[in-house]
């Protein structure tokens, strides 16, 4: 049976590709939303993921009422069609989608995906789906540095179960053995021109006060296992350990 993740993906566009990755995705334990125009392709997905709908995915009005803002992920699986995957593309930054990943046919529609807010553009002839969904899922844990004795810097998706509460009634290090040295927090900054963009707040040292929130993403210090630990919690919030036990 599959572990399952706490990453939550939004796949739109089910051809060869899209199939294929939401599969590969949801075989791996992750919540999966399928959005295509087609009703057949939506039909033969249906039964694998989380949750498949029929809609017409250049929609924003459609589009904003899926919730799909709470995702991690946001997969644009368009690459033939450049007009519909970048309106896509335009319509998953406007609603805040925290990740947004879409597929280029060529260098100058890569370039224009990335203007109008892909956070990663990949080139279909070289990222196959299986592969795809391998890199997807270790978003969970970004390991930034390897300290001495087996230590390591790691940035870390926040699970579900840390949402909601403070940084003080979580104890990190009782609780996990990991000392929590920064917080990544998704915000909205307003341009000139008037538009808002999807940034990233940086929360350094927080203290026992600051209350974790959905889409945050945790910078911590701790053994390997006490790191994979955290980003395979889920729901689950463990107990704290006593002292001496």
Not at 74 to 87: D, K
Not at 109 to 116: A, D, K, N, S
Not at 129 to 149: H, M, P, Q, W, Y
Not at 171 to 199: C, E, N
């Amino acid at each position: 049976m599959k572990k399952k993740t706490s990453m939550r993906f939004a796949v739109l566009g089910l051809g060869r590709f899209g199939s294929r990755l939401a599969l590969d995705l949801a075989g791996e334990g992750a919540d999966v939303i399928a959005l295509d125009h087609d009703m057949s392709r939506v039909e033969n997905i249906k039964d694998y993921v989380a949750e498949a709908v029929c809609v017409e995915c250049t929609d924003a009005d459609a589009i904003s009422r899926l919730n799909l803002e709470h995702v991690d992920v946001a997969v644009v699986g368009f690459g033939e069609n450049q007009e519909v995957s970048i309106l896509a593309t335009a319509i998953l930054r406007d609603i805040g989608v925290q990740t947004i990943v879409a597929r280029a046919g060529s260098e100058l529609h890569q370039r224009i995906l990335q203007r109008v807010g892909a956070h990663r553009v990949i080139d279909p002839e070289t990222d196959a789906a299986r592969g795809l969904a391998t890199s997807l899922l270790s978003f969970e844990v970004v390991i930034k540095a390897e300290l001495a004795d087996g230590h390591q810097v790691a940035e870390v998706k926040a699970p579900v179960a840390l949402w909601g509460r403070s940084v003080g009634q979580l104890r990190f290090r009782q609780r996990f053995d990991l000392l929590i040295i920064g917080v990544q927090r998704p915000a909205t900054s307003i341009a000139d021109d008037g538009r808002s963009a999807l940034t990233t707040q940086l929360l350094p040292s927080p203290g026992p006060e600051l209350e974790l929130k959905a889409g945050d993403t945790l910078l911590v210090v701790g053994t390997e296992s006490a790191i994979k630990t955290l980003a395979s919690l889920g729901d689950r919030l463990p107990a704290v350990a006593e002292a001496g036990s």
